[in-house]
């Protein structure tokens, strides 16, 4: 990853900069569209989700920081944040759950599904304070 990172404010206002991000990134890693759309909305759905639920449910302000580069064949999107930990695990949607109607269903876990869903890894863990997510996407 590159030596400066580009930060971002924990913000709203701030997820169209990191899309753009995101999109030039992968469009200089060769992407086609579709895994360039995947890989940006996969994102957009973790920053959201450290807005919305790790700075302001919490009452706490904080920044986001995103990286790429190309690691062992794959573009790799590093985002970290000092929102308060949590676990993925406990937001897993099971596919039980996807085939029950909206009305029966807990709101909920779906942001993270989708997340999954559209990088080819997805990884969390808590590092130094900050929230670190690696979305991988691997290059063909």
């Known amino acids: 990853m590159a030596a400066s990172v580009p930060t971002f404010p924990g913000t709203l206002d701030s997820l169209e900069a ?8 992968a ?9 360039v759309y995947r890989l940006a909305l996969a994102v957009d759905e973790v920053a959201t989700n450290v807005v919305m639920h790790g700075y302001e449910e919490n009452n706490c302000s904080g920044s986001i920081e995103v990286d790429s580069a ?3 064949g794959a573009l790799v999107v590093r985002m970290f944040d ?9 937001h897993e949607v099971l596919q039980e759950d996807l ?3 909206l009305e029966d269903r807990e709101p909920g876990g ?3 599904f989708l997340t999954v869903q559209s990088v080819d890894e997805f990884r969390y863990e808590r590092r130094d304070g900050r929230n670190v997510h690696d979305f991988r996407v691997n290059l063909r």
């Open 18 to 25: 990191i899309r753009t991000f995101v999109g030039d990134a």
């Open 82 to 90: 000092t929102s308060p930990a949590y676990t993925p695990d406990d």
């Open 27 to 35: 469009a200089r890693a060769g992407l086609d569209s579709g895994a």
């Open 110 to 112: 779906l942001g993270l």
């Open 99 to 101: 085939a029950r109607a």
């Open 70 to 72: 190309i690691e062992d």
